[in-house]
């Protein structure tokens, strides 16, 4: 399984940005979805995830408003849509993927990770 995450930079207090998550190896379609991302010194933390369909998606409390988890079943693509970005949001982002669809992931439940993608929001 590969996971290429994309998208990361810098960017201004207020700004936006928009990840990309490319999997191969795996049949993306039979596998939910999900964005963690890990802040300097901090564990790394859950951000979004959706479900095979797109149908569902939940958010962690400080995604709920401003991020957008979406999916693209015929590219094999994850994307994180951020809007009013905070400094507190600076951290590679990383996204995952599992047969499970639990109620609050952590990371733990995950066996391995990409490079993620480093986002930095300046004051």
């Known amino acids: 399984v590969q996971l290429m995450e994309s998208g990361g930079g810098l960017v201004q207090a207020g700004g936006s940005l928009r990840l990309s998550c490319r999997v191969s190896g795996v049949t993306f379609t039979r596998r939910h979805m999900y964005w963690f991302r890990q802040a300097p010194e901090k564990e790394r933390e859950f951000v979004a995830q959706i479900l095979t369909t797109g149908l569902d998606t939940k958010y962690a409390d400080f995604a709920k408003g401003r991020f957008t988890i979406s999916r693209d079943n015929t590219m094999n693509v994850v994307y994180l849509e951020m809007n009013g970005l905070k400094p507190d949001d600076t951290a590679v982002y990383y996204c995952?993927?599992?047969?499970?669809?639990?109620?609050?992931?952590?990371?733990?439940?995950?066996?391995?990770w990409g490079q993620g993608t480093q986002v930095t929001v300046s004051s």
């Open positions: 995952n993927l599992h047969t499970l669809y639990p109620a609050t992931p952590q990371s733990a439940d995950f066996r391995s």
